[in-house]
């Protein structure tokens, strides 16, 4: 079956019906799955072997039959390692029907069909009895349904069913237990992902101070996790306010509870300061031992011998309702709601009276304190984290970025200038009004920016600048009052963009309004460049890099099946990672390929290159990273990807707020010497058309 699906295409802007077979999504969902990244993670494959053998030794050494229930077997992994243990059956269940498929075949593969059924199922839909899907109910319950916040994929709903109808009471379940940890910390760069600092501006007639509306302040945030690889934090870029304290923990051998719930813990900071963020991760014990733990704690907390890079399982930044500045010593309450998938947090002080050991009076504040934790899941209500995500909220707290922008607008504004601005959510428009352009229009795109209103009212702003809802080619001499722009500002910057390039969307705007642009017009940026560099990462390989044999059990039908649905159509196409999350080292010169001047229309033709880079360093190269440069004004550029290349070691510094394009070679080159430099080739083209970018590249 084939569908028509339509998009804007994020680089030229314009709408496009893409065919779309109904394998695409598959597709997608298997190219771009975390399956690859988990048969890597050994630290995980081993604890649960550990954990499956002892259950199933338990289990045989109690004199019964081994049963197994497996839910959400993806390769059947698990499965089988339970077969290898000695379990007498397995139901391996999965919904997705392609992984169901790669389990079958996986199974067979293996030898293991004859103690292993997969079921293309969702574990609630499975039936139990002499005609269902399982004989009987099963007495050892294995799975791995967690994500970073532990519970976000259903894991709560899936137990609590399974326990009701699926397996026997007092089953032994791997892993037995999880445990959510807690600290709270203070940091400013964590917070600027969550909240507008005061924008600083000098001005001609005095310091103008851009602030956040009043809603902001309170504001609860989004409900979305923030999931992050927290070893990449360096510790000059939070304060530990609490030790590392133990939230709440969920056994799986016995019946869970899904309904929203809440626990609180009692803290004493260690250290005064502005309880601002709560870092979260969780450990899970494989049996009840208690000995086979494997833990997501970052790297302050556990020797680096227990590190294990995994990309599935990172670390939870939460961030609280409110910033609380806390002393040393006090007592507070920190709260963890919880729905079904996801969790939050909240934190008290506790009030006089309550440091008394006087057990009557601290009863009835549990109760009092219940009821006010009852904290409802956060609701953005100041529409500003509708407008903008964590990393561009950071983006716009970035002090330097904004300098960059103030200098060069004062460098192209003068005080007839009338100024349009084309960029989602920006504060570019404000920035021109301060810095004394006569009129500025801001053009707001399919309504993307219509919550800023919010914004300019709290800053006086409201009649100063001018909110223009249409798209640009619709845009007609009346919304300027019959004036032609002089200065044409972005930053730029659109919440449609992927990959670096789409934010090129800018040159199409400028492309279709170019009719209302005076002859001397400014384009503010004046141009951008594409920079590309070859690179060897640390560990983000891994997600791209075949496994072969996971425990000894043969996976290479998933590898067959990740490779068919990256050549389906993601062949020869860049991936968005944020790197300063994924270290590597650069192992060429930075390279400037493409460059694009936005001082001209786009053109009708492509734009390509070609050309080779030395590869100056020992090293794999796994891959290139892309990025773009935003030329704004003579001598003043900002870069989203590159920030700075330490050279003896080709460490690279990158753009925190920005995520940059991978693009992984197909087979990795290895250099090992500098006397005979290997050059790596590459054929790059920009399709003005499609607005795509189609790069190959060879050694
Ligand atoms: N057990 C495998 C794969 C884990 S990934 C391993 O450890 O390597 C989790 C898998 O569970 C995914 O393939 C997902 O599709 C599946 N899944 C999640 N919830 C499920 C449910 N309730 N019933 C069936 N499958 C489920």
Redesign the pocket.
């Known amino acids: 079956m084939k569908t028509f699906c339509g998009r804007a295409n994020p680089t030229t802007g314009s709408m496009e019906w893409l065919e779309e077979g109904e394998d695409y999504d598959y597709h997608q969902e298997i190219a771009r799955s975390r399956y690859a990244d988990?048969?890597h993670d050994k630290d995980r494959n081993v604890k649960y072997y550990e954990g499956i053998r002892a259950a199933v030794s338990r289990v045989k050494g109690r004199g019964e039959k081994a049963i197994v229930l497996?839910?959400?077997?993806?390769?059947g992994?698990?499965s089988m390692m339970a077969a290898s243990a000695g379990a007498d059956f397995c139901y391996a269940?999965?919904?997705?029907k392609p992984?169901a498929n790669a389990a079958v075949k996986i199974v067979e593969k293996n030898g293991f069909s004859d103690k292993i059924k997969v079921i293309n199922k969702?574990?609630?839909e499975v039936t139990v009895g002499p005609d269902g899907d399982m004989q009987c109910r099963a007495n050892i319950l294995v799975t791995?349904?967690f994500d970073t916040e532990l519970i976000g994929?259903?894991a709560l709903p899936?137990y609590e069913h399974a326990h009701k109808y699926l397996v026997q009471e007092g089953c032994e379940a791997v892993p037995h237990k999880a445990t959510v940890y807690v600290q709270l910390v203070e940091s400013r760069r964590m917070w600027s992902w969550k909240k507008l600092f005061p924008v600083h501006v000098e001005a001609e007639d005095g310091e103008k101070i851009l602030v956040p509306p009043s809603e902001m302040e309170n504001c609860p945030g989004v409900p979305s996790v923030c999931d992050i690889q927290l070893n990449q934090m360096p510790s000059s870029d939070f304060t530990a306010l609490s030790d590392v304290v133990t939230m709440f923990s969920v056994d799986f051998s016995k019946p869970v509870q899904s309904a929203s719930t809440y626990y609180r813990v009692q803290l004493e900071p260690v250290k005064s300061g502005k309880a601002q963020i709560v870092l979260s991760w969780w450990d899970i014990d494989m049996d009840p031992s208690g000995m086979i733990n494997c833990t997501m704690a970052p790297y302050w907390v556990k020797p680096t011998s227990a590190l294990q890079w995994r990309d599935h399982w990172m670390q939870c930044v939460y961030f609280l309702p409110r910033e609380e500045p806390v002393l040393q010593g006090e007592k507070l309450y920190l709260t963890a709601c919880r729905d079904q998938y996801s969790v939050w947090y909240n934190l008290q002080k506790a009030r006089e009276g309550e440091n008394k050991a006087d057990e009557e009076e601290n009863k009835a504040d549990e109760e009092e304190h219940k009821a006010a934790v009852r904290v409802e899941s956060p609701v953005c209500r100041c529409r500003a984290h509708l407008l903008w995500n964590r990393p561009r909220f950071g983006e716009l707290n970035d002090q330097d970025r904004t300098r960059q922008y103030i200098k060069s607008l004062r460098k192209v504004l003068k005080t007839d200038s009338v100024c349009l601005c084309i960029s989602d959510g920006s504060l570019l428009p404000v920035l021109a009004h301060y810095l004394g352009a006569k009129q500025v229009q801001y053009l707001v795109l399919f309504f993307r920016s219509l919550h800023f209103s919010l914004f300019f009212k709290a800053n006086h702003l409201e009649d100063k600048i001018k909110i223009i809802e249409a798209r640009p080619e619709l845009l007609k001499p009346s919304h300027l009052e019959d004036k032609k722009i002089s200065v044409l500002v972005g930053e730029p910057f659109f919440t449609t963009s992927l990959l670096p390039w789409h934010n090129l969307y800018f040159w199409y705007a400028r492309t279709a309004v170019s009719t209302h642009l005076a002859s001397d017009v400014t384009v503010l940026p004046q141009s951008a460049s594409l920079h590309m560099m070859v690179v060897e990462f640390q560990d983000l390989w891994r997600i791209r890099s075949p496994c072969g044999t996971c425990e000894g059990f043969d996976v290479q039908t998933m590898d067959d099946m990740i490779k068919d649905s990256l050549n389906f159509r993601e062949s020869k196409e860049a991936e968005p990672h944020p790197l300063w999350e994924y270290p590597c080292k650069s192992l060429s010169d930075p390279q400037e390929v493409l460059t694009f001047d936005f001082t001209k229309t786009v053109p009708q033709h492509c734009l390509s290159t070609e050309g080779s880079v030395k590869l100056l360093r020992k090293g794999k190269s796994h891959g290139a990273v892309l990025w773009m440069e935003y030329h704004l004004a003579a001598n003043i550029s900002v870069s989203t990807g590159l920030m700075q290349l330490s050279n003896e070691k080709g460490n690279c510094e990158w753009n925190p707020h920005c995520k940059q394009a991978v693009y992984f070679f197909s087979s990795v080159i290895e250099s090992e010497i500098l006397s005979d430099p290997t050059a790596v080739t590459y054929a790059i083209n920009f399709d003005t058309k499609t607005g795509e970018i189609a790069m190959d590249f060879k050694l």
């Open positions: 988990m048969l497996d839910i959400g077997t993806g390769t992994l698990l269940i999965e919904v997705f992984m969702h574990s609630t791995e349904l994929e259903g899936t």
